[in-house]
């Protein structure tokens, strides 16, 4: 996939019609953050989310109980949403491959081609620079 280029509508589409559970990496409780509004989104849009972050591991965020890793979750995990800097999407996408997630998603701000190599050898999909809440907007999405 050249990450460069827009991503082929149908691509998205398809993406966010296969997922049903979605483990955002750096979800926040504060909200003023982004990310919980995208979490929420995501809820209440039918997706099955599962907030992660390690500050907030022992409580729960937007009504969610919250992991403190990937790897604690326990359960089959669709896609990893990474909220972190882009530094961090590496180290996130390489715990995404050993729980055996199918896609890595990056947050609008979040590019680390490394990470999408990576993953895409891995066999998973990747999706950079783009707002899930936002392509479910879209008329194509769904």
């Not at 882009?86 to 990470?115: F, L, P």
């Not at 891995?122 to 194509?140: D, F, Q, S, T």
Request: hydrophobic content about 45%.
């Amino acid at each position: 996939m050249n990450h460069d280029e827009d991503y082929p509508a149908e691509y998205l589409a398809g993406i966010l019609n296969e997922v049903k559970t979605i483990a955002m990496v750096g979800a926040s409780s504060d909200p003023a953050k982004f990310s919980l509004a995208v979490l929420r989104a995501l809820k209440d849009a039918g997706y099955n989310m599962i907030p992660v972050n390690p500050k907030h591991s022992s409580g729960e965020i937007g009504g969610l109980k919250c992991y403190k890793s990937l790897g604690s979750i326990g359960r089959l995990v669709d896609m990893v949403e990474i909220f972190r800097a882009s530094v961090h999407a590496y180290a996130v996408t390489e715990e995404a491959i050993e729980i055996g997630a199918k896609i890595i998603w990056m947050q609008i701000g979040v590019r680390n081609d490394a990470a999408a190599q990576l993953a895409e050898n891995a066999g998973l999909k990747v999706v950079m620079y783009r707002c899930p809440k936002i392509e479910l907007m879209r008329p194509v999405s769904l």
